[in-house]
Nanobody
């Protein structure tokens, strides 16, 4: 069964950086469009970055210029480099895989990022 496991979350001071990873297993990673979502306490889950199977990238306005999404198909891993972190970035970050042709969606369990001094 397809599985996504996030890692790399933690506590960081404002202005700091973190790199999240999402390891995929039991799936042909390269064919999936991959995204990062986040959910802050009391808020809805929001899409923050997507990288398609073809390499097209898009970002939410809230993270544009600070976050970078990337993927390594050989390692079946998705990344999110987060720089210039702000307290408003505090959230649980989720990895999401989408294969539109087969109508298959996979969610990870999330990793907590806390930005605080």
């Amino acid at each position: 069964q397809e599985q996504l496991v996030e890692s790399g979350g933690g506590l960081v001071q404002p202005g700091g950086s973190l790199r999240l990873s999402c390891a995929a297993s039991a799936m042909f990673f390269a064919i999936y469009d991959m995204s990062w979502y986040r959910q802050a306490p009391g808020n809805q889950r929001e899409l923050i970055a997507t990288i398609t199977s073809g390499g097209r990238i898009s970002y939410a306005d809230s993270v544009e210029g600070r976050f970078t999404i990337s993927r390594d198909n050989a390692k079946s891993t998705l990344y999110l480099q987060m720089n210039s972190l702000e307290p408003e970035d505090t959230a649980v970050y989720y990895c999401y895989a989408d294969d539109i042709k087969r109508n298959v969606e996979v969610w990870g369990l999330g990793t907590l990022v806390t930005v605080s001094s």
